[in-house]
C-alpha cells in the first residue's frame, strides 16, 4: 500500500502534526514501517505536545500521551485531555491514550506524555506494567516520577519547550481548571 510518509519522506513538524490529527487505526495509511522507525524520542514527544494543542483548542487542558510498541515504533494508542470536552474527570491525556489502545500487554511499550502524569495515571501505568514513560514537561508539575520508578517503570525526561511554554500559558489563564484537572471540581473553588 502507497503511503503519504514513508523512507525517504523527511520528518516534518507538518508530518507530525498530521499524525497527532489521523485517528490512530487510520495511521497504516499515512505512515509505513520505515517512516515509524525512524521517529525519534523527540517526535514521539512533539506528537504528545500536538495533541495537549488540540485539546487546549477544543477548550481543554493541553495534556496529550502517544504510546508506542518499543520494536516496531508503532504508534498503538494516543489521546488528550478531554476533562471539559466530554465532562469526565477521567479522561486525562494518559487514559485516553489506554482507552485508544485498548486490551493489549503494555510491557514491550512507551507512553510519552506532555505532562508529568497525576498520581491517578502513575498508578495504572504501573498497573498495566509499561515499560518505559517519558515526561514532556516537569518544569509545570512533578512528582511521580519516584512513584513510578519504585513500581519498576523505566522514566525518562524529555522535556519539550513548546508544551512547556503551553502549559504555563494555559495554567496562567485558566487556575481553576489546572486544579479541577488535578484535584477535582471543589479544589477549583
Known amino acids: 500500500m502507497d503511503t503519504l510518509l514513508d523512507a525517504g519522506t523527511p520528518v516534518t513538524e ?11 487505526a487510520s495511521l497504516p495509511a499515512l505512515m509505513d514501517d520505515a517512516f515509524a522507525r525512524r521517529l525519534s524520542d523527540a517526535d514521539f514527544m512533539r506528537i504528545a505536545v500536538w495533541l495537549a494543542q488540540k485539546s487546549y483548542d477544543e477548550g481543554g487542558c493541553p495534556i496529550g500521551a502517544v504510546i508506542i510498541d518499543d520494536d516496531s515504533r508503532r504508534i498503538l494508542g494516543k489521546g488528550h485531555n478531554t476533562l471539559v470536552q466530554e465532562n469526565h474527570p477521567y479522561h486525562h491525556g494518559e487514559t485516553s491514550a489506554l482507552r485508544d489502545a485498548g486490551r493489549r500487554d503494555f510491557g514491550r511499550t512507551t507512553l510519552f506524555t506532555s505532562l508529568s502524569p497525576c498520581e491517578i495515571c502513575a498508578t495504572l501505568l504501573a498497573m498495566r506494567g509499561f515499560h518505559r514513560v517519558v515526561v514532556g514537561d516537569v518544569t509545570n508539575a512533578s512528582g511521580t516520577e519516584a512513584m513510578l520508578e519504585a513500581r519498576g517503570v523505566r522514566v525518562d525526561i524529555l522535556e519539550d519547550a513548546r508544551g512547556i511554554e503551553r502549559y504555563a500559558r494555559f495554567r496562567a489563564e485558566q487556575p481553576e481548571l489546572d486544579r479541577e484537572d488535578w ?4 479544589a477549583s473553588r
Open 14 to 24: 507538518a508530518a507530525l502534526a498530521a499524525i497527532a490529527h489521523m485517528p490512530t
Open 183 to 186: 484535584q477535582g471540581l471543589a
